[in-house]
């Protein structure tokens, strides 16, 4: 009798904790929505990002998938159409490797490639039907056809057309035949010339593309395409960034068509200038009956596609970085924070970074001298052994050549490789030095030459698996120190 009194007691006891830790984690999670409700609401951030967007007429938007162009842009689609703007929509995917959506759109007993095809021609009438909602043509959608979740294995490892991406489509270059591409290989190189041509044929004004610090990779990887292309071709248009998918975006997840959208405060210090664009009434009410034509994804994630519907839409503008150069070996100890940085980066916004900060990373700083070109990760705690740090760079030069630099540090140990036209003609271990939460390293002048301009990012992983990343920016050599460098020289 009495250990079964004991029994009921201790179970009795640990019913009530659980209950109690319910109740209290409830309150939080309530707490938090209230806290993010009023935040959204208040107008009190609206005076931070007043300053205007200047459109011209012919603005051309690009989207990784069905549903973004929607979720960044519809009011904006909505209201500049009946200002008589001219508007065009490139879709770059098809949305079609989202194996839920399979699942729950077409409920295969086993998924099979063409069921993925399936659900591509699905997201696409469903975008025509969006816009035509909003008052686009459909002669003015573009559909790329490119693959779902490859955008990122374009841009780094499948650039050529000899290394093609293998879509879960089954397909190596697009199978629908309404791509502006009928024969577009699942390659970087094809990415960017379908993204020229489109410019060059329609030279638009304004081009709105991912933000470089969206966490999706086929969001960022596409930024990043839409901002090389135009800086290959030295194209000018007004650049506008828009985000979609962010650990702290948007704020609350709910629909609050009377709140306000605003950046995640992780992004308020990472050298973008984030800029209102009011919506009315009429152009809010569009948008969230748009927001419907999108069955197959409203179906499965309709509580965040309402989220975005709000009083404003948000974009974001950021000016070029530019690296200087010294006379001097560069000093990347003595200052309280990282010289020469060029990138900055949002701290403390991922679920999956360790507390100390060792994989987090801050900014990223860098030189040349006389000699050598010099790279520095910076992160928010200091920097581990355990953690791997890769650093990635690509070079673009007068000609329109490129090269491609991956630094992975692992262990504080370090190996360079560089690769032109698919061949690595730089392979070796090279020296880094570490000094509390800071990395760096140099490589001699003589192997990257003088590119006009350069993409830089850095990543960070443990066992393997991605904690952090920067996003990719562009910086330029400054012209003022350059001369003094030639002048020097």
Same mark, same amino acid.
């Not at 909602?133 to 056809?145: E, P, R």
């Given at each position: 009798?009495?250990?079964?009194?004991?029994?009921?007691?201790?179970?009795?006891?640990?019913?009530?904790?659980?209950?109690?830790?319910?109740?209290?984690?409830?309150?939080?999670?309530?707490?938090?929505?209230?806290?993010?409700?009023?935040?959204?609401?208040?107008?009190?951030?609206?005076?931070?990002?007043?300053?205007?967007?200047?459109?011209?007429?012919?603005?051309?938007?690009?989207?990784?998938?069905?549903?973004?162009?929607?979720?960044?842009?519809?009011?904006?689609?909505?209201?500049?159409?009946?200002?008589?703007?001219?508007?065009?929509?490139?879709?770059?995917?098809?949305?079609?490797?989202?194996?839920?959506?399979?699942?729950?759109?077409?409920?295969?007993?086993?998924?099979?490639?063409?069921?993925?095809?399936?659900?591509?021609?699905?997201?696409?009438?469903?975008?025509?039907?969006?816009?035509?909602?909003?008052?686009?043509?459909?002669?003015?959608?573009?559909?790329?056809?490119y693959a779902d979740g490859s955008i990122n294995s374009l841009w780094d490892q499948n650039?050529?057309y000899s290394n093609p991406h293998l879509s879960r489509n089954g397909y190596t270059k697009?199978?629908?035949?309404?791509?502006?591409?009928?024969?577009?290989?699942?390659?970087?190189?094809?990415?960017?010339?379908?993204?020229?041509?489109?410019?060059?044929?329609?030279?638009?004004?304004?081009?709105?593309?991912?933000?470089?610090?969206?966490?999706?990779?086929?969001?960022?990887?596409?930024? !990043?395409?839409? %901002? /090389? =292309?135009? &800086?290959?071709? #030295?194209? +000018?248009a007004h650049m506008y960034s828009y985000l979609v998918h962010h650990y702290q975006w948007?704020?609350?997840?709910?629909?609050?068509?009377?709140?306000?959208?605003?950046?995640?405060?992780?992004?308020?210090?990472?050298?973008?200038?984030?800029?209102?664009?009011?919506?009315?009434?009429?152009?809010?009410?569009?948008?969230?009956?748009?927001?419907?034509?999108?069955?197959?994804?409203?179906?499965?994630?309709?509580?965040?596609?309402?989220?975005?519907?709000?009083?404003?839409?948000?974009?974001?503008?950021?000016?070029? !970085?530019?690296? %200087? /150069? =010294?006379? &001097?070996?560069? #000093?990347? +100890?003595?200052?309280?924070?990282?010289?020469?940085?060029?990138?900055?980066?949002?701290?403390?916004?991922?679920?999956?970074?360790?507390?100390?900060?060792?994989?987090?990373?801050?900014?990223?700083?860098?030189?040349?001298?006389?000699?050598?070109?010099?790279?520095?990760?910076?992160?928010?705690?200091?920097?581990?052994?355990?953690?791997?740090?890769?650093?990635?760079?690509?070079?673009?030069?007068?000609?329109?050549?490129?090269?491609?630099?991956?630094?992975?540090?692992?262990?504080?140990?370090?190996?360079?490789?560089?690769?032109?036209?698919?061949?690595?003609?730089?392979?070796?271990?090279?020296?880094?030095?570490?000094?509390?939460?800071?990395?760096?390293?140099?490589?001699?002048?003589?192997?990257?030459?003088?590119?006009?301009?350069?993409?830089?990012?850095?990543?960070?992983?443990?066992?393997?698996?991605?904690?952090?990343?920067?996003?990719?920016?562009?910086?330029?050599?400054?012209?003022?120190?350059?001369?003094?460098?030639?002048?020097?020289?």
């Open positions: 009798m009495g250990r079964e009194y004991a029994f009921y007691r201790k179970k009795y006891f640990l019913t009530v904790t659980i209950v109690i830790f319910i109740l209290f984690y409830s309150i939080g999670v309530f707490g938090y929505f209230c806290t993010n409700v009023g935040y959204a609401v208040k107008r009190s951030r609206d005076k931070l990002y007043t300053s205007p967007i200047k459109l011209g007429n012919r603005i051309l938007i690009v989207a990784p998938h069905p549903d973004d162009e929607n979720l960044g842009m519809g009011g904006l689609i909505y209201t500049e159409l009946r200002k008589g703007k001219k508007i065009k929509v490139v879709l770059v995917t098809n949305g079609d490797g989202f194996e839920r959506a399979v699942k729950e759109n077409l409920r295969p007993k086993t998924i099979k490639p063409e069921d993925y095809i399936k659900l591509g021609l699905i997201r696409q009438q469903e975008t025509a039907n969006a816009m035509r909602h909003l008052g686009l043509s459909v002669n003015d959608i573009i559909f790329l056809g650039w050529d697009t199978p629908y035949n309404n791509s502006y591409d009928k024969n577009a290989v699942y390659c970087g190189k094809n990415l960017v010339k379908d993204l020229w041509q489109i410019i060059d044929n329609y030279k638009p004004t304004d081009i709105f593309y991912p933000d470089p610090d969206d966490m999706h990779h086929d969001h960022w990887a596409v930024g !990043a395409f839409v %901002k /090389y =292309t135009v &800086e290959l071709h #030295d194209y +000018k948007p704020e609350p997840w709910a629909l609050l068509p009377a709140a306000g959208l605003y950046p995640p405060l992780s992004l308020e210090n990472v050298g973008t200038k984030w800029h209102i664009y009011r919506i009315d009434a009429e152009a809010e009410r569009a948008k969230q009956k748009v927001m419907r034509d999108y069955k197959s994804q409203f179906k499965i994630m309709g509580v965040f596609l309402d989220a975005f519907v709000r009083r404003n839409e948000l974009f974001g503008t950021y000016e070029d !970085a530019y690296y %200087k /150069y =010294t006379d &001097e070996v560069p #000093d990347f +100890k003595s200052r309280k924070e990282l010289p020469y940085k060029v990138v900055y980066a949002s701290i403390m916004d991922n679920p999956l970074l360790r507390l100390e900060g060792s994989d987090d990373l801050k900014a990223l700083g860098m030189v040349r001298s006389r000699k050598d070109y010099f790279f520095a990760i910076e992160t928010r705690g200091n920097a581990a052994k355990n953690t791997d740090y890769i650093f990635n760079a690509l070079f673009l030069y007068k000609n329109k050549d490129t090269t491609r630099m991956k630094v992975l540090i692992r262990n504080f140990k370090a190996t360079a490789v560089m690769k032109k036209n698919k061949r690595a003609f730089f392979k070796h271990p090279i020296a880094i030095n570490v000094y509390k939460n800071r990395i760096w390293f140099s490589i001699p002048s003589e192997r990257i030459g003088d590119p006009e301009k350069i993409f830089l990012n850095a990543v960070t992983s443990t066992n393997g698996r991605y904690v952090d990343k920067t996003a990719w920016r562009m910086v330029k050599p400054d012209p003022k120190t350059a001369r003094q460098g030639q002048n020097a020289g």
